[in-house]
């Protein structure tokens, strides 16, 4: 079974601080994603990779930033936390005959 | 604008009894139709995936149907159980081509089961 962790499931950080998100897989795909899920808006992409030190931008990207240095991991960093990035943040990765995407539990991130 | 809308918002079902939650979508070009499973507070877990070509496929209690020419997609649930008590989310791949495939995804049916 594909298996997606993610290092925390909830986290509460105060504005300003930088905040680390570690996502990995177990299956050796190439591709990864973050979203972020809020109450009415379904999911949102954020970023994605398709490779080792490639990145994306989805369709959210303003204040944050990923790191891929390795295929198994892929970070979602937070450079200045805000309170408007309270939010469930959602790792995937895909592949397989349909590129199916299988999502981590998630990370309930808090900013104070 | 491609969009996925599902309905109902919500829903309050009995045990034991049956449900269909629907999807609309307009999305081109169209690659293939997902329903994800979300339990309160967990990530989304896929429960069929459909092709173009494909018009039924089931898992378990589960079916899904897509009419590719209305863009109707619809997941029956039969005998619901209260560990069907999720969010069911609606989701439709783009294809563009390449190694990844863009995802529009809706805003997802909330359903309880009571007993």
């Known amino acids: 079974d594909v298996k997606v962790t993610q290092s925390s499931r909830y986290l509460v950080k105060r504005t300003g601080e930088k905040v680390f998100l570690e996502c990995v897989q177990d299956?050796?795909?190439?591709?990864m994603f973050w979203y972020r899920q809020d109450p009415g808006l379904g999911l949102r992409l954020i970023y994605f990779?398709?490779?080792?030190?490639?990145?994306e931008k989805g369709d959210i990207p303003e204040g944050y930033s990923v790191s891929r240095e390795k295929k198994e991991r892929f970070s979602l960093i937070l450079e200045s936390a805000s309170t408007n990035q309270t939010s469930m943040y959602l790792c995937?990765?895909?592949?397989?005959?349909?590129?199916?995407?299988?999502f981590g539990p998630g990370t309930r991130l808090t900013v104070l | 604008k491609n969009q996925v809308e599902q309905s109902p918002q919500s829903l309050i079902i009995l045990e034991g009894k049956n449900c269909t939650l629907q999807?609309?979508?307009?999305?081109?070009?169209?690659?293939?139709l997902r329903w994800y499973k979300q339990d309160t507070g967990r990530g989304p877990v896929s429960l069929t995936i459909?092709?173009?070509?494909?018009n039924t496929k089931s898992n378990g209690r589960y079916t899904a149907t897509l009419d590719a020419d209305t863009k109707q997609s619809s997941l029956h649930i039969t005998a619901s159980q209260l560990s069907d008590s999720a969010s069911y989310i609606c989701?439709?791949?783009?294809?563009?081509?390449?190694?990844?495939?863009?995802?529009?995804f809706g805003t997802g049916t909330l359903l309880a089961v009571q007993p």
């Open positions: 995937a990765s895909s592949g397989g005959r349909y590129n199916e995407q299988f």
């Open positions: 299956m050796d795909h190439e591709n």
């Open positions: 990779s398709y490779d080792v030190k490639m990145k």
């Open positions: 999807c609309n979508y307009t999305v081109s070009p169209f690659s293939n």
């Open positions: 459909m092709t173009f070509s494909e």
């Open positions: 989701v439709v791949s783009l294809n563009y081509g390449g190694a990844t495939n863009k995802l529009i």
